[in-house]
């Protein structure tokens, strides 16, 4: 069992990935496990690339930061571009499908209607972070699936819980097919 | 997650938990990053429970009413990153003169003058001892976890008022703004330390006169009946300015003897893996988290490597660092700074052992690989 998994949540700075990853450390925290969440601070926040960064770990997390990651995340082509290469040999990317599909052939790609989802089934692009949360749960089972819905409905605002349960759930359909 | 109360949070909030725990009632600041959460989650908390929160005009005012605000019995903390410490300075000093007890939080961020807003460093280690004129007290903590922050700060309140001196807790961009896990511990559960006050109707009062038996003045709150004078200048028991040799000697003498000679009971560290080993790293703050998991790597491929992690960065650990000098064949420090640390273990590690640099100051954490190839190359 590989005891540390690093993982990086990249897109465009306004897409709700460091909430992503705020969430995915909170349900790993609900699963027992030890969780350090990062993200980068500076002009990249708005627009340009952006990041949040989460390591889960049985043990404890000393270096507190992501070099290679086991997992990446990319909804923009530009993220992709940026954090492809600190993806490990083996690794998980996980794409939005209007991302083009990068040339490694040592990594397992997953490419999927994450935006498309929240916007034309959800009918709320700002719900993205929630289905590609599910989604990335859904291919990895990295926490379990119910601290994870657990975390996203405590942390979400009052009044969208249905809204981002249905995000959720949608994601994870995604992923697990 | 709530229910056995294990939230995953920030550094800075976790500060603002140990403050209040720690009994803290008065905030005054001037928001900076990368401390700013600090300021903003202390004014949406102190006014639930009658505390108070003021934003002033800038630093140097945020640092006077923070004085203020202990001169009252307050428990007053401040926040602020490296122009802002600067800025801080001249009442730093001030507070250090007159015993007021209060806290400092300074998140470093990559200096000099306003330099790398964002990012990490541990630049102002020598500023936190020598930032404001004079021979002085003063108490520095270094914490390396976001639980540790919630210690330390803790640690930090219960210092000032024991000693009744500025404490600065000396916080990195890193540990300020990374969420982990922290168990915030039951209220009681949490030891504070309160300011001796002299007895209601003790009309002997001399605001600052030792009492045989005790480390310093009684300290009267204002607006409680007790009417005293508070100033930077020498002054001698009853508070008011003096300009006698004697007077002068025996209160600074006094002030930084308080610290210097209760160093034991000011001491915090961690030594990580130290026995049998021939290279020591020296490192704190986020740094020592890289140079855990570089120990841990160079162990794993042979090597005998330690960590020695001070929390308590002034006063400086000297016993502890010389008694660990002695057993070892080199010490490296790893800093994010081009050697502030390094100098003190230099004076007290060098006719013991080689004393080693590694520094950083690009604004990124210093990696468990760059320590362990230093560890390699010395």
Redesign the interface.
């Known amino acids: 069992m590989i005891k540390q998994n690093e993982i990086r949540l990249s897109g465009s700075g306004g897409q709700g990935l460091i909430l992503a990853g705020?969430i995915l450390?909170?349900a790993a925290?609900?699963d027992g496990k030890?969780?350090?969440?990062?993200?980068s601070?500076?002009p990249e926040a708005r627009g340009g690339a952006s990041k949040a960064e989460v390591i889960i770990s049985e043990n404890d997390?000393?270096?507190?930061?992501v070099?290679k990651c086991d997992i990446l995340l990319s909804l923009t082509e530009k993220a992709c571009n940026k954090y492809l290469e600190t993806l490990k040999t083996g690794g998980v990317l996980i794409l939005d499908s209007s991302v083009d599909t990068p040339k490694r052939d040592d990594i397992k790609v997953f490419k999927l209607p994450i935006i498309n989802t929240a916007t034309e089934k959800l009918g709320k692009v700002m719900v993205s972070n929630i289905v590609a949360l599910g989604a990335l749960n859904g291919i990895t089972d990295i926490v379990s699936a119910e601290s994870l819905k657990k975390a996203v409905l405590?942390r979400v605002p009052r009044g969208t819980e249905d809204l981002n349960e249905k995000a959720f759930n949608e994601g994870l359909t995604l992923g697990k097919s | 997650?709530e229910k056995n109360n294990?939230?995953?949070m920030q550094g800075n909030e976790a500060c603002v938990e140990g403050a209040l725990a720690a009994g803290m009632n008065f905030f005054a600041g001037y928001p900076i990053?990368?401390s700013t959460e600090i300021a903003e989650i202390s004014s949406q908390r102190l006014p639930r429970f009658g505390g108070k929160f003021i934003q002033m005009e800038d630093e140097i005012a945020s640092m006077a009413a923070t004085i203020g605000g202990a001169l009252t019995g307050a428990k007053a903390m401040t926040a602020t990153s490296g122009p802002g410490f600067s800025l801080k300075q001249e009442n730093i000093g001030y507070a250090a003169m007159a015993e007021i007890p209060c806290v400092i939080v300074n998140v470093q961020r990559g200096g000099p003058s306003t330099g790398l807003p964002?990012?990490p460093a541990q630049g102002d280690v020598m500023q936190a001892k020598w930032g404001t004129h004079g021979d002085h007290p003063i108490i520095a903590l270094t914490p390396s976890s976001v639980k540790e922050t919630f210690d330390t700060t803790v640690k930090a309140f219960n210092l000032a008022e024991k000693y009744r001196v500025p404490v600065v807790l000396l916080m990195d961009?890193?540990i300020a703004?990374?969420?982990?896990?922290i168990e915030i511990p039951k209220k009681e559960d949490v030891e504070i330390m309160d300011r001796i006050k002299p007895d209601e109707d003790d009309v002997t009062y001399q605001a600052y006169e030792v009492k045989k038996g005790d480390i310093v003045p009684p300290m009267a709150s204002f607006g409680e009946g007790f009417r005293y004078h508070v100033t930077g200048l020498v002054h001698d028991e009853t508070g008011f300015p003096s300009n006698d040799t004697e007077v002068a000697d025996k209160l600074i003498h006094r002030l930084v003897d308080k610290i210097d000679k209760n160093v034991d009971d000011i001491s915090f560290y961690e030594e990580y893996k130290t026995n049998d080993i021939d290279t020591l790293i020296i490192s704190y703050g986020?740094t020592a988290?890289?140079a855990?998991?570089a120990v841990?790597m160079a162990n794993n491929e042979g090597m005998n490597v330690g960590l020695f992690r001070p929390i308590t960065i002034w006063p400086t650990l000297e016993k502890q660092i010389i008694d660990l000098a002695k057993k070892v064949d080199k010490i490296i420090v790893a800093e994010m700074n081009l050697g502030q640390y390094a100098l003190e273990v230099e004076r007290l590690a060098s006719k013991y052992t080689q004393v080693h640099h590694l520094g950083k100051i690009d604004g990124d954490?210093i990696?468990?690989n760059e320590i362990l190839s230093k560890i390699k190359e010395v």
Do not use: C, F
């Not at chain 1, 030890?34 to 993200?39: T, Y």
């Not at chain 2, 703004?177 to 896990?181: A, P």
């Open positions: 705020i450390a909170e925290l609900l030890n969780a350090v969440q990062s993200q601070y500076g997390i000393n270096y507190p930061k070099q405590s | 997650m294990i939230k995953l990053t990368p964002t990012s961009e890193v703004h990374m969420r982990e896990k986020s988290r890289s855990k998991t841990d954490l990696t468990p």
